[in-house]
């Protein structure tokens, strides 16, 4: 049972302009979400995060949006830059005040061209 | 250290032989969590550590895999008897124990043969 799902295995967007990831999850006991970037041969690094509470947060050229109701959030990167070029994960937790499991999606392949 | 480490980075076995994978977490970082990534899949957790302690074993696949943590740093993941379905990059984190934004090695990449 997939409870998170990035049903877009990969995005192609021009350099320069918006990239658009999206993530929908199927627990409401999810209340904390977060996204990492790959590279090639590295583990996953964290990038940015929300909480339930909030529907945006932003950091730099990366934005968060999370529609609770719809069970869905997104990534969104603006302007797009070859260097974004990775395989993005979200993922998500309970939030209990202490780390524990994330349950991540498949990811979604990004390509920023030039 | 200044990151997690994963030793080997790579290891080639034959099925039916035991492996164990080294993970180094971050000094200071409490949480410990090992996951593995099959070919075109996601990230499946398989088991999250504090301190010692194994609160969340729940996504170990079978009785052949096991891991311990010791001194509250190093952990070893072990799979015993591999079987080609094993064959993956195992991924360790680690975080502060509120942290959600765990810091990940770079893996080891296992393939059973």
């Known amino acids: 049972d997939q409870q998170v799902k990035q049903n877009s295995p990969s995005l192609s967007v021009q350099e320069g302009r918006i990239s658009i990831l999206n993530c929908d999850y199927t627990?409401?006991?999810?209340?904390?979400f977060l996204w990492y970037k790959k590279y090639p041969a590295e583990g996953p690094t964290f990038l940015i995060s929300?909480?339930?509470?909030?529907d945006k947060n932003e950091d730099g050229r990366f934005t968060v949006f999370l529609n609770k109701s719809a069970k869905h959030l997104s990534l969104h990167i603006v302007p797009s830059q070859p260097g974004d070029s990775a395989v993005y994960f979200c993922a998500a937790s309970p939030f209990t005040g202490t780390a524990s499991k994330l349950t991540f999606g498949t990811g979604t392949r990004l390509q920023v061209t030039l | 250290g200044a990151g997690v480490s994963q030793s080997p980075s790579n290891k080639v076995t034959e099925k039916g032989k035991d492996v164990e994978l080294r993970c180094d977490p971050i000094s200071g970082h409490t949480a410990l969590y090992w996951y593995r990534q099959s070919l075109g899949q996601g990230l499946e957790f398989l088991i999250y550590?504090?301190?010692?302690?194994?609160?969340?074993k729940s996504g170990l696949p079978s009785d052949r895999f096991s891991a311990e943590r010791t001194g509250g740093s190093v952990s070893t993941l072990t799979i015993q008897r591999t079987q080609q379905e094993d064959s993956a990059v195992y991924l360790c984190a680690s975080s502060l124990p509120w942290d959600y934004g765990y810091t990940f090695g770079s893996g080891t990449r296992l393939t059973v043969v």
């Open positions: 627990n409401s006991m999810f209340d904390y």
């Open positions: 550590f504090q301190g010692n302690s194994a609160p969340d």
């Open positions: 929300i909480s339930s509470i909030k």
